[in-house]
């Protein structure tokens, strides 16, 4: 089978960065948020926690006009 290469689509999410440990219930169970994370509100009102350092190689503030 031949593999192909695909581009992820460009999609805009809501998050904020927590300065609390806290629990977050996602689609896969729950998680533990560490201070410092950020917390993700994806497109169909999903939430999950992402470590800094991946988010900011994955995401750019969006500047609104």
Known sequence: MKTKKY???PVIVEAYQTDLEITIHT???DMKAMPGDYIITGVRGE????KP???EETYD???EQ
């Not at 939430?47 to 992402?50: A, G, L, M, S, V």
Request: net charge neutral.
């Open 7 to 9: 581009v992820k689509k």
């Open 27 to 29: 689609l896969e169970g």
């Open 47 to 50: 939430q999950y926690p992402c």
């Open 53 to 55: 350092e991946i988010f």
């Open 61 to 63: 503030e969006l500047k």
